[in-house]
Every structure is written in C-alpha cells, then in structure tokens.
C-alpha cells in the first residue's frame, strides 16, 4: 500500500512539472511592435445640427503608448471642390463644424482627412437616401406568476414598418424616444436638517426606447424591395428627467414613473451606409463578450485608410405617435 501510493505521488508531481513546463515567458523584446494608429470616429447625416469628429490614438498591448484624444490634428471634411476645416472643441473633446456653412446632401460623397504629425488617414462614405416608415403599431401585454398573485405592471411595445427602396443593398437601424410632461414630487436635501424640504413640480420627462443592441442594426437581405418591419421596442414605465428649479436655486435629476397619458412616442429609422452598420454591430458584438475568456475576440470593422475607426453617413425619418 505505501509502496503503491509513493508511486502515485511521484506521478503527480511528474504530471504538474510537465504542465509547468508548457508555461513559458516571452521576452517583450521579441513579440513584433505595432505603431500607435489613429482612431477617427465621424457619423455624417442631413439632420446635423452639428458636425463632429473624434481623433485619439489607439492604445498597444504591450508598449508605453498613452492613447486618448488629441487635438493638435487637423481634420478637413471635403465634397467635391468644397471643403472645410474643423475646429477641435476643448469642451467636447472633438472636432466640430457648422453644418449650415457645410450642408451634408443625400447622395453625395464625402472625405475625411487627419492629419497629425507625419500620420494620415484618410475615409469617405455616401449619404443614402431618407426612407419614410409606413407604419408603427403599438402592443401591450401583462405577465403573470404562478406563484405570485401580484400582477406584474403593463409591458407596452412597439414595431415600425418600411417598404425597403430595392435597388441595392440596403442597411438600417431602428431608434426611439418617450416623453411626456407630468407633475412630479422632487425632494431637496438640506444640511442638518432631518426631513427634506418637499417641491411637486411639472415636468418634461423622456426616456429611449429600448431595441436589442444587435437586432436593431438590420439589412434588408432576403427582404429586398419588401415591406421590412423592425424587432420589438420596449417602451419604459420609468423616464428620466432634469430640472432645475429657480425658487431653490437647486438642480433635481432622476427617474419618475409614468402616472398620466397621453405619452409622445417618437420613433426613428435610419437608413445607414455599410459603413455604420458593419461597423456598430460588429462593436457591439466585441462588447457583449468582453470578459468572457471562451469567446473569440470580434475584429471591429473599419473604413479608415491608415488607421482604424469609422466615417459613415445616415439618413434620418421620423414619425411621432401618441399613447393614450
């Protein structure tokens, strides 16, 4: 017996020296070194009230490179023989220009081009068409327990309809927003006092309306030149409000639920290039398995020559409903 367990310790141990044995380090020095990029994010549409884009670095692995915004680039925005330099917002952390002195047009073809230092890159991307929504409908609907006997709250959703142009490929995403104004109970904390002072004031309240974060991204494959209609929205029972209340000179911000109709829905579809979509859902698909060590990483896509991130264009139509 003791002879037969001496044994099995020396296997053990043999078995944990091989596996030990399979870990080796790997100096630094020999992996390959990979140049700090550019990292340009600029969305372009006929709707702007203000054209931004951001440039920063891309951050290595292994390396002392910092990333993060900057601003001494240059971004020029061009189309055809016109063209405009943006300026870099300290604020905003971005470069911005005024959409009125350079009007985005559907069915054109803009460029993108930052510079900085000895680095370039360089992008372009065409406005598609506005495609209107044809329809949205409204459903409501109440879960119940069996083990529990209180019913649960109302789950209100929605889903917009379009009839998809045809001609080529087309891509889309589905976007929403709640609002509605209603009195609302706002508590104001003083110190050294034990009850807060209580204010009831009347409020605008709005919230999004929540779509999959990859379903809402949609292409128009095995639909072409149909009726599309979109993945359900969930609109909130909760939307979130900001007010600043001058009697108090205080400034109140939260959550309120919904307690009077009717409730402004406001539902957008944007018909994007292949850019955007390509680009956003392949982000989110990285971002919902980040963490998780059994997953492959997701190769974000991008458009920029010589660098990384994306300059895509949509267009946007709107069609607001009223809950009642």
């Known amino acids: 017996m003791r002879i037969s367990f001496t044994i099995l310790l020396a ?25 700090e990029k550019l990292v340009v994010q600029c969305f372009i549409s006929p709707q702007d009230t203000l054209l931004m884009a951001t440039v920063s670095r891309s951050r290595a692995v292994l390396g002392s490179g910092q990333g993060g915004v900057v601003g001494a680039s240059r971004v020029v925005l061009s189309e055809g023989n016109r063209s ?25 073809t803009y460029h993108l081009r930052a510079e900085l230092d000895k680095q370039v890159v ?13 329809s949205v409908k409204l459903d409501s609907t109440r879960e119940t327990s069996p083990f529990w006997s209180q019913q649960f709250p109302w789950v209100y959703e929605t889903r917009l309809s379009w009839q998809d142009p045809g001609h080529e490929a087309n891509y889309y995403r589905v976007a929403g927003e709640a609002s509605l104004s209603q009195w609302v109970t706002l508590n104001r904390y003083i110190p050294n006092q034990t009850a807060p002072d209580t204010l009831v004031r009347f409020v605008t309240m709005r919230s999004p309306v929540f779509f999959n974060t990859v379903q809402q991204y949609l292409s128009d494959r095995n639909q072409n030149g149909q009726s599309i209609t979109s993945p359900k929205g969930i609109i909130p029972n909760n939307l979130h409000f900001t007010y600043y209340d001058r009697a108090s000179n205080t400034y109140f911000g939260g959550y309120a639920s919904i307690s009077r109709r009717p409730v402004t829905l406001t539902l957008m579809l944007l018909h994007v290039d292949k850019n955007y979509y390509d680009y956003h859902r392949t982000l989110q698909q990285q971002n919902d398995i ?8 997701v190769l974000v896509a991008t458009n920029i020559e010589g660098g990384l991130g994306c300059f895509a264009a949509y267009n946007r139509s709107a069609l607001a409903v009223t809950l009642k």
């Open 122 to 134: 360089t992008a372009s991307c065409t406005v598609p068409e506005a495609v209107p929504i044809t």
């Open 290 to 297: 980040e963490g998780n060590p059994f997953s492959e990483p």
């Open 11 to 35: 296997v053990l141990l043999a078995s944990l020296t091989a596996c030990e044995s399979l870990i080796n380090e790997v100096d630094p020095d020999r992996l390959p070194t990979i140049d």
């Open 84 to 108: 405009i330099v943006m300026t870099f917002d300290e604020k905003l952390l971005a470069f911005v220009a005024d959409p009125r002195q350079f009007p985005i047009e559907a069915g054109k």
